[in-house]
């Protein structure tokens, strides 16, 4: 089993900065993709970003490509998201989440355990 709780949303302003942060419980942390996700309100949830377990392979929607960074740190069990040049477009419920042995990596499906999700939102 694995919980994960992120933190770091919040409002803030287009063109600004929020780095969100997974802290990870349990050893599967350290073996497993990590992703983002985002969810809009009436919106279906979608992939963001996702990084391997080693932290040497990454990969973005092109939305998010150049202005948002994924990390991690395995010996904190914490993952994170860094995400810069904020736009209204942004503003969602975002969710990290451990990637599961089945499904595609771009889709909520092939991810097993979820946190609670932290709300950003951008202003224009």
């Known amino acids: 089993q694995v919980q994960l709780v992120e933190s770091g949303g919040g409002l803030v302003q287009a063109g600004g900065s929020l780095r969100l942060s997974c802290a990870a419980s349990?050893?599967?942390?350290?073996?497993?993709?990590m992703g983002w996700f985002r969810q809009a309100p009436g919106k279906e949830r979608e992939f963001v970003a996702v990084i391997d377990w080693s932290g040497s392979t990454r990969d973005y929607t092109d939305s998010v490509k150049g202005r948002f960074t994924i990390s991690r740190d395995n010996a904190k069990n914490t993952a994170f998201l860094q995400m810069n040049s904020l736009k209204p477009e942004d503003t969602a419920v975002y969710y990290c989440?451990?990637?599961?042995?089945?499904?595609?990596?771009?889709?909520?499906?092939?991810?097993?355990?979820w946190g609670q999700g932290t709300q950003v939102t951008v202003s224009s």
């Open positions: 989440a451990v990637r599961g042995s089945q499904g595609s990596t771009y889709k909520a499906t092939g991810y097993d355990y």
């Open positions: 349990g050893r599967t942390f350290r073996t497993s993709a």
